[in-house]
């Protein structure tokens, strides 16, 4: 029972993941248009909805991953003490990028078409701290989690729940029913987020 508890997780997580790609390339993909029009806008906004959900609990997951790294780090090891403090500094950044998302999407929903190339100067600069934080933090301290995790650190670091599962498919939802023709994030193969659009 424990074990297949286990595999519903990792399972769940690896459909975030990838659910968390594939929004991000379509809504990359979007903000290329150059015909903007109510539905264009209300996909944005779902976009933004999905990834302020998808990346906060990846922001919390990252956070608890590091206090449980942090215990099995000796004091004299630099390097991964530069290496959790680089993670701190990524999901800092990436808490303030998301703040400045959610405001551009709450200005974009008063504002409408008027002021959306704003809204997409705030949106391309998210996606770049986004990327980079993937970039560079992306499994630095994987050796280290390979050694001292047990499946119990990972199941909590998951922290998948009857509600996040629900909340990330009716926010996957309403992104897939509003995708303008090309963007839909179905269509885009599974890959890792940390890489550009096609």
Known sequence: MKTTANKDYQTHVMTERTHLSQVRRAFT????????????INFYVM??????????????????????LAPHIEPNNQEYIDKLDSLSNGLKAMEEALNKLSQAKED??????????????????FLDVFLNMLASNRHSTFELEEKV??????????????????????????????APQGCDPSSFPPIGHNQKPQ
């Open 29 to 40: 993909k979007s903000l290329a248009d150059g015909h903007v029009d109510p539905g264009l």
């Open 47 to 68: 976009c933004c909805s999905y990834l302020d959900s998808s990346l906060k609990r990846l922001v919390t997951q990252d956070y608890i991953l590091h206090d449980l």
């Open 108 to 125: 974009l929903i008063k504002s409408g078409l008027y002021e959306v190339d704003i809204f997409k100067k705030e949106a391309h600069a």
């Open 149 to 178: 995790f047990q499946p119990s650190d990972w199941e909590k670091i998951a922290g998948v729940t009857k509600e996040s599962i629900e909340t990330e498919d009716k926010l996957y939802q309403s992104v897939l029913v509003s």
